[in-house]
């Protein structure tokens, strides 16, 4: 099957500085898709390409086999996404907006339990300029989602809202997801990644760093696992030493501190069970997206690396 979308060496230079340069990623149906970079990586004119709102210099771009620019209309009738602030007429009300976006689709979704969803129906009256921030932002969601789309682009999906607020919208992608629809999602956060994303682009300087599940660019990064405990008997260091993928060891106030992987943590406690010793206060720190993250992008880090 083909894939709903797919992005092919796209490009796009703005005043001679390529900001977009050779991106090519594609999304499987039914996928949460994450695109995760530093500020300024060319994330949101690439998620603005897929969705015909620009203009590439180059590469090939196919939305269920549509062309976003030539077939816009097309497009636009099965893809749903965030507006931007400045899209939507303040003087709307949130129940005029949610009955205005659900007209335009043929097979809309009922619009109140999405509000209800959204913690909007208490604002269903109130105009968008007096909403606050993260009101509009649920808003724009329900809007992204109305039309009942087939593929949904999501930029800065929770940022502005309260950490509950967050936690709903996640439970509600959950399960947008679990009834077949695409998303591409833009996110700065790192939980919402690892929680929501089955794949993830890292753009870095308008290129993909790594394209991996989050639990595959977490295995790729440099990021220790980290496991200290204070054990009940002595424990040999030439033990410790044959570790496997062991990275270094530390002994403080008869607290012994490793770092090495997955593979670490279980020997350790095969070492443990082996000497018959008792692991007292035994904590197991993993590498997260974070690390990830930072050393994909770091240039630092690539540096060191090569
Ligand atoms: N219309 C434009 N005209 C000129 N430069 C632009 C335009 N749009 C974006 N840029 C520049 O292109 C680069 C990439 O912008 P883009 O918004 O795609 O990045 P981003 O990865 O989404 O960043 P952020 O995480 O900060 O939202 C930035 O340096 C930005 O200033």
């Known amino acids: 099957m083909p894939s709903v ?3 092919t060496d796209l490009r796009k230079s703005y005043g001679g500085r390529a900001v977009v340069d050779g991106v090519s990623f594609a999304v499987e149906e039914g996928e949460v898709f994450g695109i995760l970079g530093p500020n300024g990586a060319g994330k949101t004119t690439t998620v603005e390409c897929v969705e015909g709102l620009r203009v590439p210099d180059g590469g090939r771009i196919r939305v269920a086999g549509l062309d976003p620019v030539a077939d816009h209309d097309e497009v636009a009738r099965i ?5 931007q602030q400045s899209e939507l007429q303040p003087k709307l009300t949130v129940r005029e907006a949610l ?3 659900a ?7 009922d619009w109140r339990p999405l509000a209800e969803r959204l913690g909007l ?46 936690r709903d919208t996640w439970q509600l992608i959950e399960d947008v997801r679990a009834s077949g629809v695409t998303v591409l999602l833009v996110t700065h956060f790192m939980e919402e990644a690892q929680r929501l994303c089955d794949r993830i682009a890292v753009i870095d300087k308008g290129r993909v760093a790594a394209l991996d599940t989050p639990a595959g660019l977490i295995r790729r990064s ?8 204070t054990p009940s008997a002595p424990l040999d260091d030439h033990d410790l030493a044959a570790l496997p993928a062991i990275a270094s060891i530390e002994r403080k106030d008869g607290r012994i501190t490793l770092s090495g992987t997955d593979e670490t943590v279980n020997a350790v406690i095969t070492l443990l069970a082996r000497h018959r010793v008792t692991a007292h206060q035994l904590r197991v720190l ?3 997206l974070d690390d990830a993250f930072l050393d994909l992008t770091d240039d630092r880090t690539k540096e060191a690396a090569a």
């Open 121 to 166: 129906v208490p604002k269903l009256g109130t105009r968008f300029a007096k909403l606050s921030g993260g009101q509009q932002q649920r808003l724009f969601i329900a809007l992204a989602l109305v039309g009942n789309p087939r593929l949904v682009v999501l930029d800065e999906l929770t940022t502005g809202l309260d950490p509950r607020a967050r």
């Open 99 to 101: 009955e205005l976006y």
């Open 79 to 83: 893809l749903g996404a965030q507006l």
């Open 103 to 109: 007209s335009f689709y043929p097979d809309a979704a």
């Open 286 to 288: 993993d590498a997260t």
């Open 222 to 229: 440099a990021g220790a696992t980290v496991i200290s405990f």
């Open 5 to 7: 979308i797919e992005v």
